[in-house]
Each structure stands twice: as C-alpha cells, then as structure tokens.
C-alpha cells in the first residue's frame, strides 16, 4: 500500500521567515495531495491540495510543489505569522478527487513560528 | 466552504458504556465518509470508510463488532464504540468526501474518555 514520509517532525521559525514541509510518496497511482492544519483539539482542515496534472499551486501565502518523478511534494509557507503555528499533515490517494478516496496521511510536522 | 459537524465533542464514561458519535455534513452530500482514530502526537489512521446505504469498510485490525459504523443517509454517519473499556479513550475524527472534485473536509473530532 501507500506510504507517506513527512520532514521535518518538529520546524521553529521566527515570523516572517518562510517554512517548507517535505513529503515524498510511494505509490507512482497516488494522484491527489492535500495537506492539512490541525490545531490542538480540533480536526484537520484543508488549507491546499494538488493534482498530479499540476507542478505548482499557491494561494496567497501558501504554495505547493509536486514533482512526480522523484514522488515528493513540498508545502511552502512564506511570511509566517503566529497564528500559522499547529500540526501540518500531508497525505496523498488515489482517484479523480480524493474526497471519495482513501487518504494515506504523512506523520505531521509540529510547525512553531516564534514572535 | 464544507462543513462536518461532529458530536459530541467529548465524552467520559464508565468501563463497558457504549458511545454513540455522530458525524454530519452541513452543506453537501457526503457518498463517503471515514472515521479515524489519533493519539497524541501522532498522525491520523484510518479506521474504517463507510458509503451510504451500504456496509462499512474496516481496515485491517479493526474490529467491526467493536466499532460500530452505520451510515443511513447521504449527511449522516455514526460510529458506536461498543462496551468501551480504558484502552478505546482516544481522539475519534470524521471526515466526508462528495462526488465530483469535492475533497475530504473533517469534522473536529471527540475526545473519548473510558474511566
């Protein structure tokens, strides 16, 4: 089955600074990768996701990177603020969309941005 | 955008209490829903994925007779906990997936507690 790895674990940033979480995948069928926030006690949420037709996605601060070849796609944060500080998740499915689909989620990465 | 709404947020009971969570899409039809399980500081495994009107998909290890899945209509699912005993106190967290593009958009989850 798939298998999501995701560095670093642990990411301190002063603010401003920008953050990059790597994730690479294994199965080359996975073609749907979302990445998540989660917050202390609440449920992932949605911040970007990326299709494999795609090598790039941004919305305002937030990018996302794909490169299906070497299988690994990076979440990039650019003039981080306080409130951008929670757990971040990468995960990957396969299929049309991914909201039908099984997701294989990476192991977090506990992003802290520091005033 | 989507919302899952998840119930109840926490619960604390005695050993051997069943516990009934409920997870509902607000504002879309969910043809899938998943339930997931998180300890602390770790990431998000996939306990089981349910379609509407139709059986529920248990990953390996899972007990079905343990977690009781029911997913009667197109917004609503529900995961039971059968005579739940201290090694089932966890993190429980839904999401649901439409059709089309939709991606998978999470409730924000129960803390269960099994004293």
């Known amino acids: 089955g798939e298998n999501v790895e995701q560095h670093p674990s642990t990411l301190s940033v002063q603010e401003g600074d920008s953050a990059v979480i790597k994730c690479t995948y294994s199965d080359s069928a996975s073609n749907y990768f979302p990445w998540y926030k989660q917050e202390l006690g609440k449920g992932p949420q949605l911040i970007i996701d990326i299709r494999s037709n795609v090598g790039e996605k941004k919305d305002q601060r937030i990018a996302v990177t794909l490169n299906k070849t070497a299988k690994h796609f990076s979440l990039h944060i650019t003039e981080t603020q306080p409130e951008d500080s929670a757990v971040y998740f990468c995960a990957a499915s396969k299929g049309v969309t991914g909201g039908g689909n099984k997701l294989t989620f990476g192991t977090g990465t506990q992003l802290k941005v520091e005033l | 955008g989507a919302v899952v709404s998840q119930h109840p947020s926490r619960v604390i009971c005695k050993s051997g209490t069943s516990v009934k969570i409920e997870c509902r899409s607000l504002d879309f039809q969910a043809t899938t829903m998943f339930w997931y399980r998180q300890f602390p500081k770790q990431s998000l495994m996939l306990m089981a994925t349910?379609?509407?009107?139709?059986?529920?998909?248990?990953e390996q290890g899972v007990e079905k007779d343990k977690f009781l899945i029911n997913h009667a209509s197109l917004t609503l699912s529900t995961l039971t906990v059968t005579s739940a005993h201290p090694e089932d106190s966890s993190f429980y967290i839904c999401s649901a997936g439409g059709k089309g593009h939709q991606p998978q958009h999470f409730g924000d989850g129960t803390r269960l507690s099994i004293l």
């Open positions: 349910s379609n509407e009107g139709s059986k529920a998909t248990y």
